[in-house]
């Protein structure tokens, strides 16, 4: 060995060896443990098992409702037609700014919707599946630009909010808020507040595009002229109805009761 690389070693031994043996051992150590690990792994689950494979997931599919998920079967709108499962098909059934706020949640801009000022008696009906949702009785001018109820149309005393709507978190926006959907297909519908009249205190803001109204047929009992406990939404013994032509164009956005101009509670 020349002498510069005896030197060299020489070095090397005395400054790196002190320390080089719990280097090794660690290294060593390290390297058995992974071995082990890799063991058990290849154990547990050695090559060549069968995987089960993911769920299929349909691209661009509807918010499912409480009934899709409870089961297979197909739910049906008020005329008896299956609903579509996919935005395809929703974007096929509704109208553009139907399709562009009932099933992308966008919004329709204030005092432009088709029932914002409407007095007509009857009952408004999902845009999308035709279930009954709202009546004109509990509808008060809130000065927000959009329908405005107290109530949905099952509402009932100790149970002010029914079950024809469904309520949802909605952190859109910088914003905490409540947004109300059709329970039975997933349409966006609007925005629930605790700002209302008596005697529920609460203000659905929805979207006219969201809405159908079934008006009244003349001389037609209001449900809550009947007898107790007989009550019923009105408009359920009346034909189905199918959606009609949205109001003036809408925009991707929060729902009613978005801050602006004559908002709610300003």
């Known amino acids: 060995m020349s002498r510069p690389l005896a030197e060299g070693w020489m070095l090397g031994r005395r400054w790196l060896v002190p320390g080089g043996r719990l280097v090794c051992r660690a290294v060593i150590g390290s390297l058995i443990a992974t071995g082990m690990i890799a063991a058990v792994a290849i ?40 609903l579509p499962t996919t935005l395809e098909g929703w974007q096929q059934r509704l109208s553009p700014e139907q399709f562009q706020v009932a099933r992308l949640k966008g919004t329709e801009r204030a005092f432009t919707g088709k029932y914002w000022n409407t007095k007509t008696p009857g009952t408004y009906r999902c845009i999308c599946c035709g279930e009954p949702l709202f009546r ?45 959907t059709c329970r039975k297909c997933g349409a966006h519908l609007g925005h629930v507040f605790n700002d209302g009249p008596p005697p ?61 101009p004559k908002s709610p509670g300003r």
């Not at 691209?59 to 739910?75: C, D, E, F, I, L």
């Open 43 to 82: 154990a547990a689950d050695p090559p060549g098992t069968p995987r089960p494979s993911p769920p299929n997931r349909q691209k661009n599919s509807m918010q499912p409702s409480a009934n899709q998920r409870g089961n297979q079967q197909p739910v049906l709108d008020a005329n008896g037609d299956p």
């Open 200 to 260: 529920t205190g609460l203000r659905y803001g929805i979207h006219s595009a969201s809405l159908v109204l079934e008006e009244r047929k003349p001389g037609a009992v209001k449900p809550s002229e009947g007898e107790p406990g007989s009550e019923k939404p009105a408009g359920d013994d009346a034909a189905p109805v199918k959606p009609d032509a949205p109001a003036a164009g809408g925009k991707p956005g929060s729902g009613p009761g978005r801050p602006g």
């Open 136 to 180: 004109s009785d509990e509808k008060f001018d809130s000065g927000c630009g959009w329908p405005s109820f107290n109530a949905p149309i099952d509402a009932k005393q100790g149970n002010v909010k029914g079950q024809a709507v469904a309520e949802h978190d909605d952190f859109s926006f910088f914003m905490q808020r409540t947004e109300v």
